[in-house]
């Protein structure tokens, strides 16, 4: 489905239905990162009462093995210098007669979407008919095209383009400074490690019950538990219990959808593997063709909705349970690689 409505943009005729292409402007790349003005900020700032910060990030060599993603593996580690001097424990006397030093330097090999992370807006497109004359092609947020600005191995070939997001790119997120305010929801208090599909019904009673308060430019966070048990497992998952436990996000369900769209948040994170569930619960009968990660198409593709995945809240969650709270000051920049469509992320929580 398309929608003509909204802005005209050079790069496409006819933008996706539900999505804010062009909202913020013709080359935007942030999308609704956009929300996190200054008042936000000053927002979250606000919810700082007791001067107390919580990491929310796992070592970044966990879960451990390959049994969450079979592409991804842990960081590989090693000293910089030769293998005859490797720079660790390094005398730099063996290069200045009479130094003292003694130096440690190192390299590491990381998978940047590993461990806790953000996605890009350029790491989820679609095919999608751009032109509107019924020719479907790889494309993403705001009209960027893949080949193009998301340049592949093959395109780089061509074009002479080095590969990446030339457009998008997680660095762009980085030069934004994540910082707001962010709201946490506490699915764990709910569901305990029961796998449960979250929806709108059930998201809209626990925000009831909870009086939780979501409002636009919030990022909101959801705390199922999942990176708890990856914690407790100590890097040596177990794949059955990882695919097999604690709630998700129900990206097949509409009304879901439509709320993150009417609610205005700024971002999405969560402390599982994908934020919504993976594999998605079956699309509608006779669909002949769909997203096999609906949740994603929606956030990253049409709104403009970056994610944050295997976020650590053990200690956040609690605590601000605990205070009747659901509200905090989020810093959560990631690296400043250019053309990067992922990043590994610490992000701090502030009370």
């Not at 030093?101 to 095919?127: K, N, P």
Request: glycine share 10%.
């Amino acid at each position: 489905m398309q929608q003509a409505d909204g802005p005209r943009n050079p790069r496409w005729r006819r933008r996706p239905e539900h999505s804010t292409w062009g909202d913020f402007g013709p080359d935007d790349e942030l999308g609704r990162l956009n929300l996190l003005t200054p008042q936000k900020l000053l927002e979250g700032v606000a919810e700082v009462r007791e001067g107390l910060n919580f990491c929310l990030s796992l070592p970044l060599d966990l879960p451990g093995g390959n049994a969450l993603a079979s592409t991804r593996f842990p960081p590989r580690l090693k000293p910089m210098g030769s293998e005859s001097a490797p720079t660790m424990n390094f005398r730099m006397n063996r290069m200045t007669p009479g130094a003292t030093d003694v130096v440690c330097d190192d390299a590491v090999e990381l998978c940047l979407q590993y461990s806790t992370q953000w996605d890009a807006l350029s790491h989820v497109g679609q095919m999608f008919d751009l032109d509107g004359e019924g020719r479907v092609e790889k494309a993403y947020y705001n009209g960027w095209r893949g080949g193009d600005d998301i340049v592949d191995p093959h395109a780089a070939k061509f074009n002479g383009k080095s590969v990446g997001a030339h457009r998008m790119g997680i660095d762009r997120m980085a030069v934004k400074a994540i910082q707001g305010r962010a709201v946490l929801i506490d699915l764990a208090k709910h569901f305990g490690e029961t796998p449960v599909l979250v929806g709108f019904e059930e998201l809209a009673r626990i925000l009831e019950e909870d009086h939780v308060v979501v409002e636009e430019g919030d990022i909101l966070c959801l705390y199922t538990g999942f990176a708890d048990m990856i914690l407790a497992m100590g890097g040596e998952p177990d794949r059955h219990r990882l695919h097999n436990s604690c709630a998700s996000l129900n990206g097949r369900d509409q009304r879901l959808l439509d709320w993150i769209t009417r609610s205005g948040i700024a971002a999405i994170t969560a402390d599982n593997f994908a934020v919504e569930a993976h594999p998605a619960a079956p699309c509608a009968h006779g669909a002949e063709t769909f997203s096999v990660l609906p949740l994603h198409d929606h956030c990253l593709f049409r709104l403009g909705v970056p994610l944050g995945e295997l976020w650590y809240f053990g200690e956040l969650g609690p605590a601000l349970r605990a205070r009747g709270r659901s509200r905090f000051f989020l810093t959560a920049p990631p690296l400043r690689l250019p053309r990067a469509v992922g990043s590994p992320v610490t992000p701090v929580g502030a009370i």
